[in-house]
């Protein structure tokens, strides 16, 4: 199955499920950073998360995910509710282990409305997702994260998943018992992964249980950065006059490079 996004609600259940499958994307994105190996799955894993919770966006805005250590970011993701994703990794700190997820949502003019920071439990993206949607937005849900390098060649993913299954306000306790039952007992991630793609609608059958759902939308999430030469130069017009004489001075071309998407932006002194 190519990339997608599923969002789905129990249809007499107050209960809400949303499944991400971003290979193809991850894959796109992993190569601008020639990540491969574990700092791939690490960022694929992060983008998972980022992704699931920007599904429950109230407003036109972006979710910022990020795992950090000792205060340097190790990975982090920046994903919308229509599914553009973009993702970036620090390889050279990656051998440190994540010691607290970072939140940040933004609104459409990019103004933060909310920021969390919670301690990170584990190295597996998917629990230190609960961990945060348990402490900083207080919901009755569960997660899982799963993303496989491929052995024949470590710089592609054979597959890049993640799900969120969450009650509503209104779920009685019989429903939590139900589903917390069912996610106990839910095969290893891993095993949905048959024929060479992830049967992600196999999943959603099993996460379900005894409840029926109906899928309210599915999305096919993109590889995509917002940056421009416009933006460049207007986050160059906020360095100290100073710094902008001394550049000019120089005489000399300035190559800027996105963090996120690797793209190079050269910026003249005649532009500065």
Known sequence: MSDIIIRATGEKAPLRFVLVSIKNAMNEIGKKH???GLPLKFMAETAAASLLLSSGLKFPGTVNFRAEAEGRVLAQADSTPQGLLRAMISQKDFNAVPSKIRVIKLNEKAERIKESIVEAPSMQMGVNLTAYLHQSEQTKSATGIL??????DPSNLNFAMGFLLEAFPDAGTKELEIMDAVVRTLPDLKSFYKDGEYKILDLLDQLRGPYPVEIVKEIVPQAHCPCSRERVLASLSSLHPCEIRDLKQKNE?????????RAHYAVTASEL
């Open 34 to 36: 020639e990540a491969k």
């Open 147 to 152: 993303a496989e390098v491929s052995e024949e």
């Open 253 to 261: 071309t300035l190559d800027v490079v996105c963090e996120y998407c």
